[in-house]
Every structure is written in C-alpha cells, then in structure tokens.
C-alpha cells in the first residue's frame, strides 16, 4: 500500500493523494483542495498546536503514554542516575553526544569563565525593587545581555554562536543569585572557579559575609539532578517561543528572554511556586478531600497534576520524588509533602483523573525540595529556568540551521467583519 492519505472532498466530488512522511503529512500539502480556483485553499486548523508537528528535531524523544523521555536517545532516569554535573546533560544537548573527560573539562572551563557579568548588569540589578519578583528581573537582565554582546547578532558564526552559548548558561546563575542577594540587600556574592556548576550557584545564593559557605554535598547533588531534570523537553510553551523568535534570526540573549517570559506562566514553569501555595492554602491532610471535590467540581485545578503530553507518571516526577525523601532526610520532614503524598494518593484513585490521565508532573514535588533547601517559592520559576536554557539553545541552534525553516508565521481563519466604512465621530 502506497504512504499516501486519500482525501475525497464531498463538496466537489475531487479526489487528492496526500503523502504521508514520518507518519505525518505537510499542511502545506492541503492548499490544492479547493472548491473554486481563486480560492487561497484548505488550511489545517490547530489551537494551541495540540496535534501539530512544526518542527522535526534530534533533541528529546518524549512517549507520552508511556511516560517515556530521553535526551539525545538517553533514558532521563540513566542520565538523573549516573551524570556527575548538568554542564554534562548541557554538552549533551547543545553538542548532541556525550563529551570525554577532555571535552568536559574545556566545556565547563568555558562556561566557568563565563560566570562573571559586567559590572553594570549590577547597578542593572540594583535597579530593581528589592520586592521585584524574581522572574522579572531575571527575564529583563538576560535580555539587558544582548546590549553588551552585540556580536551576538552574528548567529550564523559557530565560534561566535557558541560562545554567547557558555555565557547564556554560565551567567543564568549569576544573574539569579545576584538577583536573589539584592532583594534581601545583601552584598553580591561573586562566583567561585574551584566550585561545580550547581555548587557555585548555591555558594553565591547563600554565602552571607566572609564566612565560607560549605555547600551541602545533598543539596549540590539534588540541586544537580533537578536541573538535569529541568533541562529540556522537546516542543514545549517556551521552547517553541524560543524557536519562533530564534527565526527572525534575532540575538539569542533575546530569545532566551522570551521563551523565560513564556515559562513563568502558571499553566507552565510557574507551576512549582503555584504548588507550594496550594499546599500551603490546604494546610492539613484533613483538607485534603475538599479540594478533590472543588477540582472534581471545576473549581480549581490542582497544580502540579496534567500533561499535555503524559498521559501516564511524568518520569521526572518519579525521580523527584525519590530525591525529595533525600533531602528531607537533611532538613526533616517537610508537613506540605504529607499533604502533597495524600493529594497523589486519593487523585490516582479517583476517577475523575483517571478518566482524564491525571498524574503528577515535573512541578508537583520539585517545589517542596526548592523549599527545603531555602530557596523562597517566588524564586522556584528562576530555578526551572535557569537549567532550562541548554536545551532553549539547544532548539534555538536546530531551527536556525534546519535549512526547512522559515520565519515562523501560521495562517488564522478570518470570521471578523469585512467592508466596513468609516464613520465620522459624531456619527457613531
Ligand atoms: C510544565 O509541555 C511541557 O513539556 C511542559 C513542562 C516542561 O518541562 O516544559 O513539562 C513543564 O509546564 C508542566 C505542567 C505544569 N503545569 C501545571 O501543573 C498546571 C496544572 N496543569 C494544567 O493546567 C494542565 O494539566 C496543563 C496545562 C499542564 C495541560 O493542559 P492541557 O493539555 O491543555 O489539558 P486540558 O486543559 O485540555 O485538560 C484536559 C482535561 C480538562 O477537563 P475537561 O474539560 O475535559 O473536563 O483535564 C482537566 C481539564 O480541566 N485538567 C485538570 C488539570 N489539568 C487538566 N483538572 C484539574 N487539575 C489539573 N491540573
């Protein structure tokens, strides 16, 4: 049997074969089915993109239904188990195979390097309210990058390309931590060469004075693997704002900024900091089942549950969870996860989420380990981004060279007025 769909359009009685590639067919493929010739032709209609292919990619596999997700062909539970840093899973991304030991060390030497920021992105942060959320002004302090880059325009240059690359990953903790210091008018802390990636994150969020901060080796590896965890996931919200703004070729500090700004949402990266506050507002196990009923009822949501893609046990989930009782194990036990645990528990049985493949996401337990490290809630959506930037400039680098890309620019169906006249003002 031929890979062709064959469409009979019953209004004209015409026939087409459409071809079929990587089970899929091009939209562009249905501009021929008219009923006249002077119509423009069919179009495929898709809110929000729920069953449209815009890109094809290399990066992240997800199989929703088996709760399955791989970075480069890599299973996420081997990589949260066995990689020894998230510059690793970063080189993975971005380069698209595993480094050597030589190659891990020039990557995180050139990302290291990286870490520092021009001094004036401090009187930028300072700028602030110290009661700035977070977010904010992480999103406007990348974006403020691409002032002291220009050379960024350059995206067709690899050297050029790779190194506003290492300095997008290296100076996202910088920013945040800096960020973090000045809402509580502390003093900067300045990254530290012989610390890790997450270690030097930690060490410039909550180093208070001269005084060494020795970061807690569960905290640094925890911290590790939620980034990890957090670092790509194929064509999501923000990737694929990352991706469109990437095709107008602008900068990538510019992009990056964007596809922040998508991530924050609630329905998005802001969902962890939306657990947390859930939690808080049930307050006790025994409140646990009124909230089932006012999100049976329609009420509420509740966060950290549902997937656009799983339609099973998101598998980072699974791994959070493990990492939380890790954790807990340093900090004590944190009440919210009883309630988190009771949530999980009666929402698997129940029927309204079965029937609507609810189960908890990568946000449902990663803000209560947020928590327990001293990290504050509204801090949680700069923690998802932050290692979430390799695989946006992971995406960003494939659209810019997949020579099938345009500047991203979908059609509408039209069904406003037409032919309107203008009326003076005093006849309206
Ligand atoms: C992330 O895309 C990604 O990959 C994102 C992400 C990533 O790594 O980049 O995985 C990170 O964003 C995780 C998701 C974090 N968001 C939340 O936890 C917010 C709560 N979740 C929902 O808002 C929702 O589940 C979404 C937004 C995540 C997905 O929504 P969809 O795919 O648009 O599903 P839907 O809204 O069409 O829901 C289908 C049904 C509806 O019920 P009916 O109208 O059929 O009766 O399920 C219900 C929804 O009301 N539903 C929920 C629910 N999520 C969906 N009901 C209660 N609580 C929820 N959380």
Redesign the pocket.
């Known amino acids: 049997m031929p890979d062709t769909l064959s469409i009979l359009d019953n209004r004209t009685g015409k026939k087409y074969e459409i071809p079929i590639e990587n089970d899929t067919i091009r939209a562009a493929d249905l501009r021929q089915i008219k009923v006249s010739d002077d119509d423009f032709g069919m179009l495929s209609y898709d809110p ?1 993109l729920m069953n449209t292919a815009s890109v094809k990619s290399h990066i992240t596999y997800i199989d929703g239904d088996k709760g399955i997700l791989e970075y480069r062909g890599y299973p996420i539970e081997q990589l949260a188990e066995n990689s020894s840093s998230y510059s690793e899973i970063a080189y993975l991304l971005i380069v698209g195979q595993l480094p050597n030991q030589l190659q891990l060390e020039a990557w995180r030497a050139d990302i290291q390097r990286h870490t520092f920021i021009h001094e004036n992105i401090k009187k930028l942060t300072e700028g602030f309210r110290y009661d700035a959320h977070p977010m904010g002004t992480f999103i406007s302090t990348i974006a403020a990058l691409t002032t002291f880059y220009p050379e960024a325009k350059d995206i067709f240059n690899a050297e050029t390309r790779m190194k506003q690359i290492h300095r997008l990953i290296g100076k996202a903790t910088t920013i945040a931590a800096f960020t973090y210091c000045h809402s509580l008018g502390r003093p900067f802390v300045y990254p530290a060469g012989d610390l890790s990636y997450t270690g030097n994150f930690l060490n410039m969020m909550f180093k208070v004075g001269e005084s060494r901060y020795d970061v807690d080796p569960v905290f640094e590896r925890a911290l590790t693997v939620l980034f990890i965890l ?1 670092a790509d ?1 194929e064509q ?3 990737t694929n704002v990352m991706r469109s703004i990437g095709s107008s070729h602008v900068d990538p500090y510019s992009a990056v900024a964007g596809a922040a700004a998508a991530l924050w949402g ?4 802001g ?1 962890n900091e ?1 657990v947390i506050h859930m939690l808080e507002e049930i307050g006790s196990v025994t409140n646990v089942p009124s909230i089932i009923n006012d ?1 049976k009822a329609g009420k509420r ?9 799983y339609k099973n046990y998101d598998p980072r989930a699974k791994v959070i969870k493990k990492l939380a009782d890790q954790v807990f194990a340093v900090t004590g036990r944190n009440r919210k996860l009883d309630i988190a645990l009771e949530l999980e528990r009666i929402a698997l049985e129940d029927e309204y989420f079965i029937k ?1 493949k ?1 189960y908890p ?3 449902f337990y990663s803000g209560l380990i947020y928590e327990a490290m001293g990290f504050r809630m509204n801090f949680f959506p700069v923690l998802f981004a932050i290692p979430r930037i390799a695989g946006w400039l992971a995406h960003w680098q494939e659209h810019i060279l997949d020579q099938e890309q345009k500047i991203t620019r979908p059609r509408q169906v039209y069904l406003g007025l037409r032919g309107q006249t203008w009326q003076p003002i005093g006849k309206r």
Do not use: E, T
Request: one cysteine or more.
């Open positions: 929000a957090h996931h999501n919200c923000s609630p329905l998005h990266g969902a939306a999100v949501k509740l966060m950290g549950f549902g997937h656009r893609v609507r609810l996401n990568v946000d």
